[in-house]
Nanobody
Framework: QVQLVESGGGLVRPGGSLRLSCGAS????????MGWYRQLPGKERELVGT???????NYADSVKGRFTISRDNAKNTVYLQMNSLKPEDTAVYYC??????????????WGQGTQVTVSS
């Protein structure tokens, strides 16, 4: 069994910052790509950004220059640093990870989501 647990969401004023974390636990051999997605009420989940095992990143245009994804492979953890937050960043944020288990089974796993609200 694999679990992805997110933390760090909350309420922040426009222009503020938040840092989300997502840690994976279980019988993990290796985690390939990890990513962050977000979902607004009534809308489809959208990509925020991804990071490869080697640290290569890719971002949605809407967050480029404001958000930064990083990871600690030793801790099986991915981070999302969000700066210059805007009200339109308000959403439930989900992490996901492409995980290879010690059984060599490979699947994409999702966290439970964490609410980020940007409001004055």
């Amino acid at each position: 069994q694999v679990q992805l647990v997110e933390s760090g969401g909350g309420l922040v004023r426009p222009g503020g910052s938040l840092r989300l974390s997502c840690g994976a636990s279980g019988s993990i051999l290796r985690i390939n790509a990890m990513g962050w997605y977000r979902q607004l009420p009534g809308k489809e989940r959208e990509l925020v950004g991804t990071i490869t095992y080697g640290g290569g990143t890719n971002y949605a245009d809407s967050v480029k220059g404001r958000f930064t994804i990083s990871r600690d492979n030793a801790k099986n953890t991915v981070y999302l640093q969000m700066n210059s937050l805007k009200p339109e960043d308000t959403a439930v944020y989900y992490c996901n990870a492409d995980i290879i288990l010690r059984t060599y089974a490979q699947n994409t796993h999702w966290g439970q989501g964490t609410q980020v609200t940007v409001s004055s």
